[in-house]
């Protein structure tokens, strides 16, 4: 057999009970029983919308713990894919090296350009790895708040939140 759940109504203040008492305005008496059990139903249903709160910000909590760890995953394929492609560029370089130690070849203005790129890339993706480590992972270095998940998605490396990313240019 299922349970109710069975609520009591609240007993009236001495103030109200006083009155009822002396005859003097049971009108007001009713009134302020009416009130105190609306205050009542009020209070229970707080106290179940805070619950379901709980609930949500608990599975909130739990969804950017899911997101962060997955785009921390991300950020650290990305990290070996770095290191991988700048390893590659490095032997490229080496191999079309002359003896007397000049380069030959078209796609050396092309390797040239892209190295700066490739270390600046890494360079960040080990100093998010090197915050992951420290715990602040998904945190601004700057103001301490959450930096946005979908920020952090778009971005795997970013340490910053959107308005310090502005502020800073």
């Not at 009970?17 to 009713?30: F, V």
């Not at 249903?45 to 997101?67: D, K």
């Not at 700066?116 to 960040?124: I, K, Q």
């Amino acid at each position: 057999m299922g349970s109710v759940n069975v609520t009591k109504t609240p007993q009236p203040t001495r103030r109200t009970a006083r009155a009822a008492r002396s005859g003097a305005n049971a009108e007001a008496y009713l009134r302020e029983a009416r009130r105190q059990s609306v205050l009542a139903h009020v209070g229970q249903a707080g106290a179940v919308m805070a619950t379901g709160a709980g609930r949500t910000a608990a599975s909130m909590q739990e969804r950017r713990r899911v997101g962060l760890a997955q785009t921390l995953r991300r950020l650290e394929r990305e990290h070996v894919a770095l290191l991988l492609a700048m390893c590659e560029l490095e032997a490229q370089q080496a191999r079309q090296a002359t003896p007397n130690g000049a380069s030959i070849g078209a796609s050396e203005s092309l390797r040239a350009a892209l190295a700066p790129m490739l270390r600046e890339d890494l360079r960040r993706a080990q100093y998010a790895l090197a915050r992951a480590a420290q715990g602040m992972y998904g945190v601004c270095e700057h103001c301490g708040s959450p930096i946005a998940l979908r920020r952090l998605q778009l971005q795997a490396s970013a340490t910053n939140c959107a308005s310090c990313a502005t502020r800073r240019g």
